[in-house]
Each structure stands twice: as structure tokens, then as C-alpha cells.
Nanobody, 123 residues
Framework: QVQLVESGGGLVQAGGSLRLSCAAS????????MGWFRQAPGKEREWVAA???????YYLVSVKGRFTISRDNAKNTVSLQMNSLKPEDTAVYYC?????????????????WGQGTQVTVSS
């Protein structure tokens, strides 16, 4: 069982930055693929980024070059550094964990989810 707790959301102006963190419980954190998803009002949940146990990172095209996902296995945390934020990045951001390294953008493949943290980007 893995419990995930996100933090770091907030209100920021367009062009600004935020850093989201996700703290995970459990002894096998290093073996999980970790992902970030987001859901804007009235829209479906959207995959944003993922990092495998081998530290290979993948990004949604619209955030590549602006967002950076990283993990610290010693601290059982995964982070999402978000720069050059745009109003369209406004959403609730969720951290998720899965055991395999395939299907990284498919929310159905993720077993564990955090409660989400709100990110609001004003224009």
C-alpha cells in the first residue's frame, strides 16, 4: 500500500513558477513509476509527466521545456517544477504511482493516487 500526499499548489501569475511535491509512504517507492496528472474544471483528467524507476522522464508535449519532473528516492518524494506557467495550466494536479514502466500516460494503469493540489494561473 502506498499513500501519496501532494503539496505546493497555489495562485501564481502567468509566467511564474510553482513547485509541486508528492510525499509517498512505503518501502518500495524507488521501484514505482511516478506520474503527475491534472484535471481542469469540466475537462477529463490529463497526464502531464512521469518518471520511471530508472529516472527516465516523459512529458506532455504542451509542458515539455517548461515542466521538470524529478524524484528523490531517499526522501520518497517526487516533484514537478513548473515554469513559465500559463492560464491553461490551471487545474487540480494529482500525483500517482504504478508498478510497471509501460502505459505511463494512461491513468487507468496507476494504482495509487493523491488527493490533489490546486494550481491557479492568472492572466
Amino acid at each position: 500500500q502506498v499513500q501519496l500526499v501532494e503539496s505546493g499548489g497555489g495562485l501564481v501569475q502567468a509566467g511564474g513558477s510553482l513547485r509541486l511535491s508528492c510525499a509517498a509512504s512505503g518501502r518500495t517507492f524507488s521501484t514505482y513509476t511516478m506520474g503527475w496528472f491534472r484535471q481542469a474544471p469540466g475537462k477529463e483528467r490529463e497526464w502531464v509527466a512521469a518518471i520511471t524507476s530508472s529516472r527516465i522522464a516523459y512529458y506532455l508535449v504542451s509542458v515539455k521545456g517548461r515542466f521538470t519532473i524529478s524524484r528523490d528516492n531517499a526522501k520518497n518524494t517526487v516533484s514537478l517544477q513548473m515554469n513559465s506557467l500559463k492560464p491553461e495550466d490551471t487545474a487540480v494536479y494529482y500525483c500517482a504511482a504504478k508498478t510497471s514502466q509501460d502505459g505511463i500516460s494512461n491513468s487507468d494503469e496507476y494504482t495509487y493516487w493523491g488527493q490533489g493540489t490546486q494550481v491557479t494561473v492568472s492572466s
